[in-house]
């Protein structure tokens, strides 16, 4: 694959990011750590290569978080609003660029939901259920 270049943010705005990298996977992680973290059902990491984070704004914003034990586990984000943001791994043989900070369209598809077999019942029924363009419907 080609390197493509990223930009995003957090939800403040306090932060944001560009980067030029070559990815290497985009897929939905199921995981219990991915899911506390995010608050969510899963997270959406693109993988990729080792590369450069340019911060465009609030370096001084950015918290990091390893986890001291089990499961290699990082979680990088703005000090302000919580929002995920970009980061290498501890043994920095790979950058994980969250999907949801992006502000620019990629084309890449996601090809992978990760550990699957921790996905509780709710995350299988959320996927199958109605599709609404709005809030209710
Ligand atoms: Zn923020
Ligand atoms: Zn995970």
Known sequence: MKKIRFAG??????VAYEIEATPKYFYFCH???CRKLTGSA????????????RWCRG???IKRYDAPAGRQFTHVFC???????PFENVSGNA???PAGSLDTDVDLEVTRNIFWAEAPNWT???LSAKNCPGFHG
């Open 9 to 14: 943010s957090c939800l403040c705005k306090a």
């Open 31 to 33: 995981c219990e750590q």
């Open 42 to 53: 899963h997270a959406a990491n693109i993988l990729t290569e080792p590369a450069t984070v």
């Open 59 to 61: 370096e001084d914003q």
């Open 79 to 85: 000090r302000e609003c919580g929002s995920g943001l």
């Open 95 to 97: 950058l994980f660029i």
């Open 124 to 126: 299988r029924s959320g």
